[in-house]
């Protein structure tokens, strides 16, 4: 069930998180991979990501997602715009993912999806095990703009230390040794954007599908969706990228 809403309210995001094109071309400017580099993205959504830094570096690499809508887009993508490319696309677990090498891609990243390795700071030791050394790591985390408030979440099924602050985001990989280079933070431009493109898909949706079974409790879970971020996360919740060197 939970796919199958995240499918409907993404229709039209290429990118699965409050970034924006402009700010993710800049970071994968900076990347400034050689055409020999080997580069891994855990939890790939679409695949946009890791295919602008194909296109831009003509690297190789591995792509991982677990949702079966996911990889159909993805997949589609990769045919189309990187047909040549030595991408390997695995549909799995990505906490179940080893690669052949300990510490064998130029470049590992992984945007929004931390809890596969339960959090933030599982991510980065995760990551770092499968990055060379003097390799890139980047990763897409929310973090707290203020303290949040209990019914919040209560209705988002969130600890308060489900996320941490971005300075304590920042100092997590430090912990590692891990050198932060360059950092994406979204604004409410981005967010809106990212929240409101749910709602516009929802509605596109509800409108055509009138005879599906779980129409109403779709409403329901995108009500409540856009209830939490209008009342509450939308000033409590940032979301950064941070680009690590190890
Ligand atoms: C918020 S989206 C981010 C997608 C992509 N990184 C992006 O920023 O466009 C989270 C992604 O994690 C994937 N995912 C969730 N659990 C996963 C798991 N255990 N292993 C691999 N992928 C997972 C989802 O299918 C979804 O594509």
Known sequence: MTWKFYDITHKY??????SNPEKLDRLISLLKLDADAKVLEIATGKGELITQIIERYGVSGVAVDLSPDHSRDARARFAERIPEANLTFL?????????????????????????????????????KAMTKPGGL??????FWMEDPDPEFLKRAGYEKETFATHYENVKMGEEFGLNLIY???SDHYDWDNYYSLWWYAGEEYIRQNPDDPDLLAFKAWL???????????????????????K
């Open 137 to 142: 790591i980047a990763v897409g985390e929310p």
């Open 91 to 127: 549909e799995m677990d990505g906490a179940e993912y080893q690669p052949e090498k300990p510490e064998s891609f130029d470049l590992t990243l992984c945007l929004g999806a931390s809890w596969i390795w339960n959090g933030h700071h599982g991510t980065l030791a995760a990551l």
């Open 183 to 185: 950092t994406i933070v």
């Open 223 to 245: 009500a409540d969706a856009k209830e939490q971020y209008l009342r509450w996360e939308r000033d409590s919740l940032g979301w950064a990228i941070y680009l690590f060197k």
């Open 13 to 18: 995001h290429d990118i699965l998180n409050p």
